[in-house]
């Protein structure tokens, strides 16, 4: 599996490189933080039609994180998603934590 750091997905995101950002967060979790631009499909519920509806490029640069550094949740969500036949999945090392803790901006009901 792929994996990114917080500091190359922020380098990214600034340089305007072409990717979905997906928090694997439940959606309250969702509201209340998240990396800004982020779409949530959580791994609660079946990515059926989440994925068919929000995630329509299947051959697209897709970025799955969690909450924490969750290799599980993580690894979950990839598994998911290449069965459902998306190619280019990458994790995001550390999570919404570590991108907070990176110093980094986060959108939400309580983005602080």
Known sequence: MNVISVQELKAKLEAG???TLVDLQDPH???HRHIPG???IPMSNKCDE???VILK???ATIIV????DELGKGSQ????L????YSNLIRLTGGLMGWMEAGYAVEGGKAS
């Open 17 to 19: 490189e072409s990717l």
């Open 29 to 31: 979790e969702f509201e």
């Open 38 to 40: 982020a779409v949530n």
């Open 50 to 52: 989440a994925c068919a």
């Open 57 to 59: 490029d299947k051959d």
């Open 65 to 68: 994180y969690g909450e924490f």
């Open 77 to 80: 969500a990839t598994d998911v």
């Open 82 to 85: 290449t069965t459902a036949g």
